[in-house]
């Protein structure tokens, strides 16, 4: 079955750099559209950004356009998200998940179609 770790979170200042990576293993992450998410304290989990099968698509909510990329590296079976001029914001547990869809070009910014949860990395942006 497939599972994922999530790795790369910390502690960083505002207008600073993290770099997730979302390693996964029991399967090969080309076959998938994948996305990334994060929960703040006290609110409910949001899509942060997807990428879908074969790289064609990649999506952001409005909020870390033109801050964060999402990639992926076959070689390694992994996803990342580059995240540039951190927020305060922007802190919280940033997830991994598989999008159910197997159409390439297609990935869902809703959590409904996400499957194979990660257990999280802590990602806390403060001066």
């Known amino acids: 079955q497939l599972q994922f770790v999530e790795s790369g979170g910390g502690l960083v200042q505002p207008g600073g750099s993290l770099r997730l990576s979302c390693a996964a293993s029991g399967g090969l992450l080309n076959y998938w559209a994948v996305g990334w998410f994060r929960q703040a304290p006290g609110k409910e989990r949001e899509v942060v950004s997807c990428i879908s099968i074969g790289d064609a698509r990649k999506d952001y909510i409005n909020s870390v356009k033109g801050r964060f990329t999402i990639s992926r590296d076959s070689a390694e079976n992994t996803v990342s998200l580059q995240m540039n001029s951190l927020k305060p914001e922007d802190t919280g547990v940033y997830y991994c998940?598989?999008?159910?869809?197997?159409?390439?070009?297609?990935?869902?910014?809703?959590?409904?179609?996400?499957?194979?949860w990660g257990q999280g990395t802590q990602v806390t942006v403060s001066s």
């Open positions: 998940a598989v999008d159910q869809t197997d159409q390439q070009g297609v990935c869902h910014m809703a959590e409904v179609y996400y499957v194979h």
